[in-house]
């Protein structure tokens, strides 16, 4: 029997720096993952996409209160200087639609209790 192998490949990351905007259902979010403890939140586009974002305290503090299967927009603000001790920080701003926060199941992943 014939097999087509091809090689699995990491999470790609969304990269604010070439796309400032990306949206879909949120649909997981990791807490100190990766080598920094980071939050990583999984989104799914509308057409099925799954897309992963690292989080920073801005967009961390933003998502804390939307629940899993909510439909989410992040857009990248762009570099910013704290008011204290001159620092540049990624800001964000985090939308996302009430309406809809658990009426989309995800598409056969096990939700998380988050």
Known sequence: MSRNLIRAKA???HDFE????????LRRVEENAGEYGSNLYTLETETGERIAVWGNKIMDDQLATVPVNTWV???????KKSKKGNREYKDFEVLYDSSN?????????????F
């Open 11 to 13: 999470k790609d990351t």
């Open 18 to 25: 070439k796309e400032k905007v990306v949206a879909g259902y």
């Open 73 to 79: 927009q992040i857009e990248y603000l762009g570099l």
């Open 101 to 113: 926060s658990t009426t989309q199941e995800s598409s056969g992943e096990e939700q998380l209790p």
